[in-house]
């Protein structure tokens, strides 16, 4: 079998890999024997102008350094603060300065000419996520004709959104360049083909081939999973409830997001605030609980919602809070994932309410840390890529808080009947589905690509 070589922003460099992604690809290096190529963590001044080797893992590993100016550009600029807020509906929130623009392609030429000494002509390449959308393109012009595939973790941006990008036409032209590009969801298959046609005149040639400018690519659904087995280990073994008691007699509703604007977290404390409004008798009956570690702080747009939920946290608070109870407790720190684990376990409720999400895998957590015999009810939003596998949640728009306030309610009152059928259904989803899978699905679909061209270099 051909050696993977797996392309993300960040190479994970810490002894213990955690996160579903990094457990995921590690899998699939240990497995075919590889290389993981990533940035390096931190930007430098006077960045090396070849990869770093970092031995020590069951793989190879290589990294890039990068210069204040082009990780400002390229990563904070291009990547998230235009390609993030565009792909999450955020077009308000896009700050579109050609400066980025030009770095993003400066730097994705960059990486593609640090590859290359390193590339065997039978290499399948796997390329991560939307900032690197361009590698493909820029590792072609240098000759290479490895199969090259790319799978996007967040939203592929509907035809409205896509005209909101200061290029849409070259993002098509960079994704025709991959021979296979993965999405979460078929609702972005879906815009993926529509944007492609208007912005770009790509020509949909059979029910996963595109064509434009003479490159055909195949695109296809793989929705990413979690290491479902582990994760519902870590759950049981989990310190037990002694560690909340500050629940008393309270149920716990619980939500766990990086505190990014595309995760609804303002939205969902309203929609609290809305059922301790109309259901008076839930007061004292339900505690939630959001843990929201911060990201990308410095970041305009993030520092803001930092301090919208901090103000709706403290007035909701301000208003229902008693001697004995607290209603929401908002904690902006990380937690270790076995407590995560178990304190999903314990959870009545899991929130998850995105305004837009790729797939969202604090939901499958939540499912998986569930006991089968009593399990809590997950509440998630119609525009997490999870809706699409898991119709069994209770799907909300996250924009609606009566409607969400009704779905809280229903969740407390939900016989166990109910609430273990929709459990099994879910967890069945997550277990076939796992992280596994996912890699699995996706190599072999590229695998099949690399039959169609015999690479020179
Ligand atoms: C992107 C896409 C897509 C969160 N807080 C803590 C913590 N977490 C872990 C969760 C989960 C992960 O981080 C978050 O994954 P999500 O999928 O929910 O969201 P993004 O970070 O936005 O990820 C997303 C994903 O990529 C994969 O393709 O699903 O749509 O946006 O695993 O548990 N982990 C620990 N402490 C925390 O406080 N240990």
Same mark, same amino acid.
């Given at each position: 079998? /051909?050696?993977?070589?797996?392309?993300?922003?960040?190479?994970? !460099?810490?002894?213990?890999? /955690?996160?579903?992604?990094?457990?995921?690809?590690?899998?699939?290096?240990?497995?075919?024997?590889?290389?993981?190529?990533?940035?390096?963590?931190?930007?430098?001044?006077?960045? *090396?102008?070849?990869?770093?080797?970092?031995? %020590?893992?069951?793989?190879?590993?290589?990294?890039?350094?990068?210069?204040?100016?082009?990780?400002?550009?390229?990563?904070?600029?291009?990547?998230? /603060?235009?390609?993030?807020?565009? +792909?999450?509906?955020?077009?308000?929130?896009?700050?579109?300065?050609?400066?980025?623009?030009?770095?993003?392609?400066?730097?994705?030429?960059?990486?593609?000419?640090?590859?290359?000494?390193?590339?065997?002509?039978?290499?399948? @390449?796997?390329? #991560?996520?939307? &900032?690197?959308?361009?590698?493909?393109?820029?590792?072609?012009?240098?000759?290479?004709?490895?199969? @090259?595939?790319?799978?996007?973790?967040?939203?592929?941006?509907?035809?409205?959104? +896509?005209?909101?990008?200061?290029?849409?036409?070259?993002?098509?032209?960079?994704?025709?360049?991959?021979?296979?590009?993965?999405?979460?969801?078929?609702?972005?298959?879906?815009?993926?083909?529509?944007?492609? $046609?208007?912005?770009?005149?790509?020509? &949909?040639?059979?029910?996963?081939?595109?064509?434009?400018?003479?490159?055909?690519?195949?695109?296809?659904?793989?929705?990413?999973?979690?290491?479902?087995? /582990?994760?519902?280990?870590?759950?049981?073994?989990?310190?037990?409830?002694?560690? =909340?008691?500050?629940?008393?007699?309270?149920?716990?509703? @619980?939500?766990?997001?990086?505190?990014?604007?595309?995760?609804?977290?303002?939205?969902?404390?309203?929609?609290? #605030?809305? !059922?301790?409004?109309?259901?008076?008798?839930?007061?004292?009956?339900?505690?939630?609980? #959001?843990?929201?570690?911060?990201?990308?702080?410095? =970041?305009?747009?993030?520092?803001?919602?930092?301090?919208?939920?901090?103000?709706?946290?403290?007035?909701?608070?301000?208003?229902?809070?008693?001697?004995?109870?607290?209603?929401?407790? $908002?904690?902006?720190?990380?937690?270790?994932?076995?407590?995560?684990?178990?304190?999903?376990?314990?959870?009545?409720?899991?929130?998850?309410?995105?305004?837009?999400?790729?797939?969202?895998?604090?939901?499958?957590?939540?499912?998986?840390?569930?006991?089968?015999?009593?399990?809590?009810?997950?509440?998630?939003?119609?525009?997490?890529?999870?809706?699409? #596998?898991?119709?069994?949640?209770?799907?909300?728009?996250?924009?609606?808080?009566?409607?969400?306030?009704?779905?809280?309610?229903?969740?407390?009152?939900?016989?166990?009947?109910?609430?273990?059928?929709?459990?099994?259904?879910? !967890? &069945?989803?997550?277990?076939?589905?796992? =992280? %596994?899978?996912?890699?699995? *699905?996706?190599?072999? *679909?590229?695998?099949?690509?690399?039959?169609?061209? &015999?690479?020179?270099?």
């Amino acid at each position: 079998m /051909s050696r993977l070589v797996v392309v993300s922003n960040r190479l994970p !460099l810490g002894e213990n890999p /955690s996160g579903g992604l990094v457990v995921a690809l590690d899998d699939a290096l240990r497995s075919s024997g590889g290389l993981w190529i990533g940035f390096s963590g931190e930007p430098v001044e006077d960045p *090396a102008e070849e990869l770093i080797d970092h031995p %020590g893992a069951a793989f190879d590993r290589l990294s890039f350094d990068l210069s204040p100016e082009d990780h400002h550009n390229y990563y904070l600029g291009f990547s998230n /603060s235009v390609l993030w807020p565009i +792909c999450h509906g955020r077009a308000d929130l896009a700050h579109l300065d050609p400066v980025y623009l030009d770095g993003y392609r400066k730097v994705s030429a960059r990486i593609a000419r640090l590859m290359v000494p390193h590339l065997r002509p039978d290499d399948r @390449i796997w390329v #991560q996520d939307y &900032q690197l959308f361009a590698l493909g393109a820029e590792l072609r012009k240098l000759g290479v004709r490895n199969p @090259i595939g790319h799978f996007l973790h967040i939203p592929f941006p509907a035809p409205a959104e +896509c005209a909101t990008l200061p290029n849409p036409a070259e993002l098509f032209d960079w994704m025709t360049h991959y021979d296979l590009v993965g999405f979460q969801a078929s609702r972005d298959m879906d815009n993926f083909a529509a944007s492609g $046609f208007h912005m770009a005149g790509m020509e &949909q040639i059979g029910l996963n081939t595109f064509r434009l400018d003479g490159r055909t690519l195949r695109a296809e659904v793989f929705p990413i999973g979690i290491d479902a087995q /582990s994760f519902i280990e870590e759950a049981r073994d989990a310190p037990d409830a002694d560690q =909340v008691r500050f629940l008393t007699n309270a149920r716990l509703m @619980i939500g766990v997001d990086r505190l990014d604007y595309s995760k609804g977290i303002p939205q969902r404390f309203r929609a609290f #605030q809305q !059922l301790l409004e109309s259901i008076p008798d839930l007061h004292e009956k339900i505690s939630f609980l #959001q843990i929201a570690p911060p990201t990308r702080s410095g =970041v305009q747009a993030y520092d803001d919602i930092r301090e919208e939920t901090e103000y709706l946290a403290g007035r909701i608070n301000g208003q229902f809070a008693t001697l004995n109870w607290t209603p929401i407790r $908002f904690i902006n720190r990380p937690y270790p994932r076995e407590v995560l684990a178990g304190l999903y376990r314990q959870a009545r409720i899991g929130l998850v309410t995105p305004l837009a999400d790729g797939m969202n895998l604090v939901a499958k957590e939540f499912v998986a840390a569930q006991d089968p015999e009593d399990p809590g009810v997950l509440i998630l939003s119609r525009f997490a890529g999870a809706a699409e #596998q898991m119709p069994e949640a209770l799907i909300i728009n996250p924009h609606d808080a009566h409607e969400t306030a009704a779905a809280m309610a229903s969740a407390m009152r939900m016989s166990i009947e109910e609430r273990r059928e929709r459990h099994a259904a879910m !967890l &069945q989803v997550v277990l076939e589905k796992d =992280v %596994g899978w996912w890699s699995a *699905a996706y190599l072999e *679909a590229l695998e099949q690509e690399s039959t169609k061209e &015999q690479p020179e270099n």
